[in-house]
């Protein structure tokens, strides 16, 4: 502590009894140096003027200024107005030691803030930019008429905070009206969601719209061309998934698609009979998905 009394000052105040009072006034208040200042604490230096007739005492520390109190300049001489300018300078270093506790204490919830953060996100799976999903999904069209069942591989690309678009391709196979068989083949695109609904644990919304090439087996002809087995469909879905956390980097997908086919098929059985593939589209799958870092 440092303690500078103006010429001015010093002619109305007892300096020696001023100096030794602040001391003694202080010798109990600890002032903690600034938040996030890594340098050696720097000593309070009190500046104590004559400002007209009353006697000012300023606060400051490596430049810096805290504050002054004013002292009444009358009876300023002798003991009483030593000790009104150390009660002064008491004061403006507890005004300064509560703000420095309050920066302190702030920055410590900041911390704990900032850990509980790092922890929650340590528990949680990562998210985007880039992931692959990759599943087995087993679906339906119309009532039961036809199963398929087969892989699907897809990328996700994150554009917002847990929003991304999601692209990619199915392969399945199975079964088709009236003892046929059937290959398809699609092509898909969808915006998704992400909703927490715990540290390990998301709900994927999302709407699936998918092109699809479809070859058709014991068959005699398709879209009414005697002797083709080859054309396309398409289909549009909502998107539901649950997917709790394996890892930092991975995933479980569980959920499945609802919606309708877009385009209607007709082909004719072996049989002669015609047949059709239409109505809801129905899916579920398991995968898994994976999370580069």
Do not use: C
């Not at 506790?101 to 998210?127: F, G, K, P, V």
């Not at 087969?150 to 994150?158: A, E, I, N, T």
């Amino acid at each position: 502590m440092l303690i500078e009394i103006g010429d001015s000052a010093e002619s109305a105040l007892d300096a020696r009894a001023t100096r030794r009072l602040v001391q003694l006034e202080l010798s109990e208040i600890d002032v903690p140096p600034a938040s996030g200042n890594k340098r050696a604490a720097a000593p309070l230096f009190f500046r104590v003027v004559l400002v007209d007739h009353d006697v000012r005492v300023e606060l400051w520390e490596r430049g810096e200024y805290h504050g002054a109190r004013l002292v009444s300049g009358s009876n300023a001489a002798g003991q009483l107005g030593a000790r009104r300018v150390a009660l002064a300078a008491a004061e403006l270093a507890r005004r300064l030691q509560r703000k420095r506790q309050l920066q302190a204490a702030r920055e410590q919830l900041a911390q704990l803030a900032r850990a509980e953060l790092a922890a929650r996100e340590a528990r949680r799976a990562l998210d985007g930019p880039f992931a692959l999903r990759s599943s087995l999904e087993l679906a339906s069209i119309g009532e039961l008429s036809a199963t398929l069942a087969g892989p699907r591989l897809l990328g996700q690309w994150s554009f917002a905070r847990r929003a991304r678009i999601e692209a990619g391709f199915a392969w399945l196979a199975g079964s088709a009206p009236s003892t046929a068989n059937s290959e398809w083949l699609e092509l898909s695109v969808a915006p998704m969601q992400r909703i927490a609904l715990a540290d390990a644990l998301d709900l994927d919304l999302g709407l699936t719209v998918a092109a699809a090439w479809l070859r058709l087996g014991r068959v005699s002809g398709v879209d009414g061309i005697s002797g083709q087995n080859e054309t396309w469909s398409a289909r549009a879905a909502a998107t539901l998934r649950i997917e709790p956390r394996i890892s930092r980097q991975m995933r479980l997908s569980l959920g499945g698609d609802v919606g309708l086919l877009l385009r209607n098929v007709q082909f004719q059985s072996l049989a002669g009979s015609a047949e059709r593939l239409q109505g809801a589209w129905l899916a579920i799958g398991i995968g898994v998905v994976f999370t580069p870092r």
